[in-house]
């Protein structure tokens, strides 16, 4: 498989939170994060179709990193999660 990645990944223990109209509010477990987007594990969660444009906020251990919900969307699914790009 060839690798498409522009940004360094960390792995991650940060909490999600995504919003949409269509299923209302969910926390998930984020497993990679970088400066082009995060994998979010889905859990027993049905992810949203690829290009829906969800609002998100990300948490650590120390507190929330954005207070106000930025937009993501959903660019793909794999391995029972789904990666958002930040956009």
Same mark, same amino acid.
């Given at each position: %498989? &060839?690798?498409? +990645? +522009? ?8 909490? $999600?939170?995504?919003? &949409?109209?269509?299923? #209302? %509010?969910?926390? @998930? *477990? ?10 979010? =594990? @889905? #859990?027993?969660? $049905?992810?949203?179709?690829? #290009?829906?444009?969800? *609002?998100?906020?990300? *948490?650590? /251990?120390?507190?929330? $990193? ?5 937009? =993501?969307?959903?660019?793909? /699914?794999?391995?029972?999660? %789904?990666?958002? %790009?930040?956009?």
């Amino acid at each position: %498989m &060839h690798e498409q +990645r +522009r940004y360094m990944r960390d792995s991650s223990r940060t909490q $999600i939170e995504i919003s &949409h109209p269509s299923f #209302g %509010m969910i926390e @998930l *477990k984020a497993r990679d994060l970088s400066d082009g987007g995060v994998f979010v =594990m @889905l #859990g027993s969660h $049905i992810a949203p179709p690829v #290009g829906t444009v969800v *609002k998100a906020r990300i *948490k650590r /251990h120390t507190g929330i $990193i954005n207070q106000d919900p930025i937009d =993501m969307q959903v660019v793909h /699914h794999q391995s029972g999660g %789904m990666g958002l %790009m930040f956009v």
